[in-house]
């Protein structure tokens, strides 16, 4: 298989009201990929910008034959900057960074000599965080549950900065806060997902737009992710189990409720009938529906267009 390091390089760097701080990334990104001796590009996606960010795209875009700019109608979320940017990159390897400036684009190099080793996806760990305390802690609780809930041992499940082979994110459905499991998504899907450490710097302009209410949007994403990725092709093991497990509980429990009848003991008023009943009842409910999710499965294979959802978000592009 052919290195990633002999093709071309894609950024793509999802933007909102950071218009101060789109000149001076672009500056770094060139310091830090020219000495690679590769083509280069930068795709930058504005989500909804309020500011001048749109206009200063616009000047580096007319400045720079290698930068790109899409705009999205509005601001739909970083996962849809990430999809409509992932659509529009051209590279052999594509890497994503944030445009606050916190991540370093002087860790490229070594996310793409990690990619050439033989992984498909590489992300970064901010081993020195430099958040306020109120951001790191919820953080590492959210990447410890992640990993737990996933099977996928990362120590920071959400850094913006990463390496991926452009196989990972073709056809790649992101919404909600699914961007933050894009690792998850491609360790299901069988692609070999590595971790290291960059450095990670405060924020020098603008201000984060990140609450706590994110974190239970990303929980619920994460058993989105997870469901999906483990039983999306087999329903049956889900629903199935579970319906087993109550069909054998709720037996249980009128067996030992008919030995007591037998034994001469009065059962009509316990409340283990009213359970033992309905352990049944919703364990018929259950098995019905994996059976159905099976069938449902087994006669729709995906289809994913080349220009799909994130086509119908983008209002402009300048190529």
Not at 136 to 163: E, Q, T, Y
Not at 194 to 210: D, F, L, T
Not at 229 to 253: D, E, I, K, Q, T
Request: net charge positive; hydrophobic share 45%.
């Amino acid at each position: 298989m052919r290195g990633t390091l002999a093709g071309v390089i894609s950024v793509v760097v999802p933007v909102r009201d950071e218009e101060e701080n789109v000149g001076p990334l672009l500056a770094e990104l060139a310091a830090a990929l020219e000495p690679l001796e590769r083509r280069w590009e930068v795709v930058f996606v504005d989500d909804g910008s309020t500011d001048g960010t749109f206009a200063a795209l616009t000047r580096l875009h007319g400045a720079h034959s290698n930068v790109r700019v899409v705009r999205l109608r509005r601001n739909f979320g970083k996962a849809a900057a990430l999809a409509a940017g992932f659509a529009e990159a051209s590279g052999d390897a594509i890497v994503t960074i944030d445009g606050d400036l916190q991540d370093d684009p002087a860790e490229i190099p070594r996310l793409l000599a990690k990619l050439d080793e033989g992984f498909d996806l590489v992300t970064g760990w901010k081993t020195r965080r430099r958040d306020p305390w109120t951001r790191r802690v919820p953080s590492k609780i959210f990447n410890r549950v992640a990993g737990f809930v996933s099977g996928l041992r990362l120590h920071d499940m959400n850094c913006g900065l990463k390496a991926y082979k452009p196989e990972v994110v073709r056809g790649l459905r992101l919404y909600g806060e699914l961007h933050r499991y894009i690792p998850v998504i491609a360790h299901y899907r069988g692609f070999r997902v590595a971790e290291i450490p960059v450095n990670h710097r405060p924020r020098a302009h603008g201000r984060s737009r990140y609450g706590m209410e994110r974190y239970l949007r990303g929980f619920l994403d994460l058993l989105t992710v997870t469901f999906m990725g483990r039983y999306r092709n087999r329903p049956l093991h889900l629903f199935g189990g579970l319906g087993l497990l109550m069909l054998a509980s709720g037996g249980c429990v009128l067996v030992y409720l008919t030995v007591l009848k037998i034994g001469g003991h009065a059962i009509g008023q316990r409340p283990l009938l009213t359970l033992g009943v309905l352990l049944i009842v919703v364990g018929m409910q259950f098995l019905s529906l994996g059976l159905l999710s099976e069938l449902i499965t087994s006669h729709h294979e995906e289809q994913v267009g080349e220009h799909d959802r994130a086509g119908v978000l983008v209002d402009e592009v300048l190529r």
